[in-house]
């Protein structure tokens, strides 16, 4: 199983209140509109998140991406590091070989550019990436195994149509087994910054295709932290119908 890279949803329940103007560049970079002084705005945010699905798979990821010449609430480079580690189990093909425990531990360094706009910010980003799948016992008829380098793109978008919606999306590919993952999220406000809604995710690799549909609530804080869950049902065309949550947090400064 392929891992993904950016889990980018929360999960909790808010007071229904009036949400005030606010630009997509403040809920994604952390800075306030109420009103108060503005912060010095990050240079820095670091995304940790957990993947877990009932076909016993289970995953960790941490990115941290840096904005070297520009504050982050504003168009510029980025450079983003990222790391994985997950584990999962599958039934091969052939019967004697009984369960597939697989374990992956991966890593990509990426350049790319960030335009914020009013409502709205999109990044595009390219760079390499080295993984390493282990198989025990090996299913020779699983090519995504053992180690491999290769290049990785990446694009993400966030943006606030109007002040009561939201529209993010994240879509990575990887030379390194022709990985893929793509996210689509849609949210409705439930308060100042926090969304609940629909998303959608497909993901894959040579070996194996999946897909996902859940529900989202997207955007709590607690001081400078960000917190977020998904959870849904899922489809994979090795292990079959299961389901999936995923648990974030973001830092920025």
């Not at 877990?52 to 450079?79: C, E, K, N, W, Y």
């Not at 080295?130 to 016992?137: A, G, H, K, Q, R």
Request: hydrophobic share 40%; net charge positive.
């Amino acid at each position: 199983m392929r891992v993904s890279f950016r889990f980018l949803a929360t999960v909790a329940l808010a007071a229904l209140t009036s949400l005030p103007e606010a630009k997509a560049a403040d809920w994604y970079t952390g800075v306030p509109t109420d009103g108060t002084p503005a912060p010095r705005a990050p240079r820095v945010a670091i995304d940790v998140a957990i993947d877990g699905t009932s076909q016993r798979a289970l995953s960790g990821a941490l990115i941290g991406t840096i904005a070297p010449f520009t504050a982050m609430d504003r168009s510029g480079m980025r450079v983003r590091l990222s790391g994985l580690a997950g584990t999962y189990v599958y039934a091969p093909s052939n019967p004697f070989l009984g369960e597939i425990h697989g374990t992956i531990v991966g890593g990509a360094f990426l350049f790319g550019y960030e335009w914020v706009f009013k409502r709205a910010t999109v990044a595009l980003y390219a760079g390499g990436e080295v993984v390493n799948t282990s198989l025990s016992p090996n299913d020779p008829n699983n090519s995504a195994k053992g180690g491999s380098g290769g290049l990785k793109l990446a694009a993400d978008f966030f943006t606030t149509p109007t002040d009561q919606t939201m529209i993010a999306g994240v879509l990575s590919y990887s030379t390194n087994y022709n990985s893929y993952y793509g996210r689509l999220k849609f949210g409705m406000a439930l308060s100042d910054h926090v969304y609940v809604g629909p998303e959608v995710v497909a993901l894959g690799d040579n070996f194996f295709q999946q897909w996902r549909l859940g529900g989202h609530v997207s955007g709590l804080r607690f001081g400078a932290l960000q917190f977020g869950a998904a959870a849904g049902f899922l489809n994979d065309r090795v292990r079959g119908g299961g389901v999936y949550g995923t648990l974030d947090t973001r830092v920025t400064f």
